[in-house]
């Protein structure tokens, strides 16, 4: 009888713990954000390879390239909040890319592997739209390249 | 959609009610068509065909590895050998060297081949997209080396072995026998890797020939799909 109730209140605990979690993960939503004030100021990316000579393993087959973007994200909605906003690299064909990317200041530097996100801004909303210039090197395998193809990214909030 | 997420009144219960309902719509529509927002990069290849093919002496700025660039060379090199009146025939094969000076390979300095008993031969195909069939190398054989005279002295006469400081399994560009006029292909290189070996060449000394100065030229060509 004294093991059964030891059992029943560590059940009853390990359930309320279960029903936090997952209400904790229902709260959480994300925002797609209207960038669509962004402007590409080369939108045709001209990808050249890292090293014109291949490896002897033939394992150096990177192609880079560079785009500036004038971004413009409209958070009105958030006006005199804190807010976190992140670039996402959605997994996308033709595969697995790699991008970096500098800031004039406004957002923040950083680096994405595609199909992940980064944080670029956390902090007060003090105006109705974000404004930064981003130029990004891309980094893709030349074995994925046969042709030209699109890249899209995406700004997102969790709120 | 704009509309729905553009500043909202404040300062009033209203206008608080009113914020909480357009975020509330505007979480809804973003759900059935956020994807319309976004932006692009378009990303194409810009030089994807590159070609490189080195038989003997090459120019470069430098190391692959290092920076440097391939350049163009012209330069001809001869593979020569001079047989003594008592050794014409023996069946003992006659080493052949050249005035080759490429010992270094390119990719990264390493010395690879040794002079003057050995022709660097060396190169690459550089394609996007999946693994391609792989690049042709061929030579153009005349039918004989001539002299003066007009004697000759059949191109199958020419053997050469392969190999290269280091190297282990089968040569890129294996060992062989000329063809008495036309094209042979010497060797592949797979898309995107640096290819090499170095060559020793050797006369077939099993016959009796004329005194003389018997000379061809070979021309190799790499060709990619």
Redesign the interface.
Known sequence: MKSQRRCGCSNFFLACAFTIFLGGAAAA?T??????G?Q?LD???????K????????N??L?L?T?T?R?RI?V??W?KRNARIYLVLPAQQPGPLSVSWTSQGKLLPGQLQSGNRTLVYSGAISG?FLEDQLT?E?D?D??????????????VMD? | MQTLLSPSARGSARGNRTRLRQRTLGAACVAVCGSAWGFTATLSPASPQTIYLQVGVGSATGDYINGGQMERDTTVNTVSVTVAASALGTGAAQAMTTNSTAVVSYWDGYTYCSVPGQVYIGGFFRTTGATTSPAQVTATVPAALTDITGDSLPFSKITWTSSGNGDTGTEIFPGGTFVNGGTQSVGTMSSNTWNESCWTFSLVNNSMLAAGSYSGTVVYTMTAP
């Open positions: 939503k925002i797609i954000l209207d960038d669509s962004t590409a939108p045709a990316v001209a990808l050249h390879w090293s014109v000579a291949p490896g002897r393993s033939g150096s087959n192609m390239g785009a973007f971004v409209d009105a909605p006006l109705p990004f891309f893709v030349g074995a994925l390249v046969k042709r030209a193809f699109p890249v899209n990214f995406q700004f709120e």
